[in-house]
């Protein structure tokens, strides 16, 4: 494939102007965008090893016996080779070929053409008409690797059939199809195989590129092309332009074979078939095979062969050709692989724990790729160590064979093994209460074994080995309490957890407050499921959370509360029986800090709410004012203290019967 805006094409000119055309390479580039570029193709006749078959011109020269170089990776080249004898096209022939296109892409160019044509062994043109344009009549395959917007090639590397000299598409007798099946670029520094069918009786020529099939044409060439003449040259031309590609065939000469193995790897003891699958342009004189373990043969076909032990045998193979060419020697690896020897050691263990096992399975060639186990007749996954933790207490057998990746399989082998039976334990305990002891009970559930020891874990890791044990637990809380048990097999139950909660009482008879003489008055108490209040007088209910209490004097209630877990708690409130309301201030107060007398606030006897008490300086300054009556002035003003002096007050307030006070005085600071 190329990048060049057009493809430069010329025709074939006689060699006797070969100087004047090089004369003129300063004004091609000049012509190169708006005219056909003439080149010239010196042709010249070339004595190659296969005794005159074929005939080379420009470019191109014999590089092996079978092998051809069209052009070399140089600009404006061009060469052909053609075979001395003509063919008759009444006859079919099937041709087969190695090609080689070069290995640049973007910058390589131009193409290979397989020709058929009665002019002679000159023929041939350069750049973009790869010494098949202008050529009449001819028929010609052609492998192009260069894009040509004006030919309207596609983006591929393609192959197409086109007929008199005519690259433009359109007209083909097939294609253009991309060449290569997997490949678009066939610019790749590979060799491919071409192969030319002629049917002389269905008058069809097929083209295969690497095997497969390409492109078809069912045309009476000798009529419709050669005017009745069916003899014809045949050869390959090919090009290049202002881009470039070393450009080469070969009459094939391709030693080839498979085996009945895949990957031409098989186990001792086995047989090799060796097929021949040879490619060979012309018929095969004779064969050489080397079977790798001294065993030779000089037939097309040779008997099934068995190696006498594993190994690598390195096998070579090679072809030589009527006209005296000698094929490349072709080498393939036949692996012959031992039979691996399966192997393992197995421990017994407690049921649900994995066996120790060791996988002792060797083989001398290759690697063991796949692990057949059996348990109890059951397959489990290829692995070198299978999973045997689920299997149930009691003797189980275990089977091994092994396969190499070679294929070979092993004999195999059985080990029995026992997993023992593990203790099955349940613990119990009632929830309690903090600082209060609390059992825990622990019991086995099988009669599989016998435990002699047991294992108890409370919080902060304390422990104890006994089957029943009490604990005091220090906070409330919900607690997870471990237990697990080893029996006398040495095998451990599984860990069962044991929850327990552990509660706190906590009583709350409420805050003391005055109640009014005769008026009833509902406790609430809180912190139990069960509650009590004593003493037993002037109270409708004891043995309820809110009962309902007309006191006639001062008193004082106990609260004992029990939670659902037994826990207990006592709390009191004291009751204040109103018998008439007052209101005392206080005449000083001394803040400094002593604990003694520091804070100013009224005395509230039978007072229900208080509307106001306000405190203001000798300047009528507002400096302290308060609804609650649990807020007392410190004798300071936003943090900084107050001289000693008078201060005045006021007040607002309302009794439990309604009674309004409002009052008035005065205070000394003392410091």
């Known amino acids: 494939m190329g990048n060049l805006p057009e493809r430069r094409n010329a025709v074939l000119i006689a060699a006797t102007v070969l100087d004047k055309t090089l004369s003129c390479q300063s004004s091609m580039k000049f012509l190169i965008r708006g005219f056909f570029l003439f080149s010239v193709l010196v042709y010249s006749i070339a ?62 160019a131009d193409g290979i053409v397989f020709m058929l044509q009665p002019k002679g062994t000159s023929v041939g043109a350069s750049g973009g008409g790869l010494g098949f344009e202008g050529v009449v009549p001819s028929v010609g395959v052609t492998l192009d690797t260069w894009q040509n917007d004006n030919n309207r090639d596609p983006s591929y590397d393609h192959i197409s059939i086109q007929t008199n000299g005519d690259l433009t598409h359109g007209s083909d007798l097939s294609g253009p199809v991309q060449a290569s099946v997997s490949n678009s670029n066939i610019e790749d520094c590979q060799w491919h195989t071409l192969r030319i069918s002629w049917d002389a ?54 030693p080839l074979f498979t085996t009945n193995h895949p990957d031409n790897t098989a186990c001792e003891g086995e047989s090799i078939t060796f097929s021949n699958s040879s490619e060979s342009f012309a018929p095969v004189s004779s064969y050489y095979w080397d079977l790798g373990d001294g065993t030779t043969y000089n037939v097309q076909n040779i008997p099934p062969h068995t190696y006498p032990g594993a190994g690598l045998y390195n096998v070579k193979m090679a072809i030589k050709g009527f006209d005296g060419c000698e094929s490349d020697t072709l080498y393939r690896t036949i692996t012959i692989g031992d039979y691996p020897v399966a192997s393992f050691a197995i421990s017994d263990t407690c ?62 082998v059985q080990q029995a093994f026992e997993l023992l039976p593990v203790p099955q334990v349940s613990g119990s305990a009632s929830d309690g209460c903090v600082n209060e002891t609390i059992g825990f009970n622990a019991v086995q559930v099988d009669n599989a074994t016998t435990i002699n020891s047991w294992n108890w874990t409370f919080e902060e890791n304390r422990v104890s080995p006994r089957q029943n044990v009490s604990h005091i637990f220090r906070e409330p809380g919900n607690y997870d309490v471990q237990l697990y048990a080893t029996a006398d097999n040495g095998c ?27 008026d009833p008055y509902q406790l609430n108490g809180t912190g139990g499921v069960s509650y009590s209040w004593s003493p037993d007088i002037w109270i409708n209910d004891a043995a309820t959370a809110s009962p309902v209490v007309t006191p006639q004097d001062n008193i004082t209630y106990w609260l004992t509360v029990t939670t659902a877990e037994g826990c207990v708690d006592r709390d009191d409130i004291s009751l204040e029986v109103f018998k008439g309301s007052e209101i005392y201030v206080p005449t000083g107060f001394s803040p400094n800090n002593d604990n003694i007398n520091d804070k100013l606030g009224p005395y509230y006897i039978g007072i229900r709410d208080i509307e106001y008490f306000m405190i203001y300086n000798r300047w009528g300054q507002l400096i302290f004012s308060s609804r609650d009556r649990n807020r007392q002035w410190d004798g300071t003003v936003n943090g900084i203290t107050q001289p000693t002096g008078v201060y005045v007050w006021r007040l607002a307030a309302v009794d439990y019967i309604g009674k309004r006070y409002e009052r008035k005085g005065s205070i000394t600071l003392i410091r």
């Open 351 to 412: 049921a649900g724990q994995q066996p120790v096992l060791l996988n002792g399975s060797t083989v001398n060639v290759g690697s063991i790729s796949q692990w057949n186990w059996l348990v109890d007749g059951n397959a489990l996954p290829s692995t070198p160590s299978p999973d045997l933790s689920n299997l149930v207490p009691g003797q189980h057998y275990l089977d091994l064979s092994v396969t190499s990746n070679h294929g070979c399989v092993s004999t195999p």
């Open 201 to 254: 009786a269905t008058f069809t020529l097929r083209a295969y590129f690497d095997g497969t099939l390409r492109v078809t044409s069912t045309y009476n060439l000798v009529s419709n092309i050669f005017n009745g003449d069916p003899l014809v040259y045949w050869g390959f031309s090919a090009a290049t332009g202002g881009s470039y590609n070393l450009q080469q065939f070969c009459t094939a000469l391709n």
């Open 47 to 108: 004595v190659s090893a296969q005794s005159g078959t074929y005939i080379s011109n420009g470019s191109a020269l014999p590089v092996t016996c079978n092998c051809y170089r069209l052009t070399t990776a140089n600009t404006f080249t061009s060469g052909s080779v053609w075979n001395a004898t003509r063919i008759d096209l009444t006859s079919s022939f099937d041709f087969i070929f190695n090609v080689y296109l070069g290995c640049q892409d973007n910058n390589g």
């Open 492 to 518: 451990r139950s599984a860990t069962s957890t044991v929850p327990v909660f552990v509660n706190q009482a906590v009583a709350n008879a409420g805050r003391d407050t005055i109640v009014i003489k005769d």
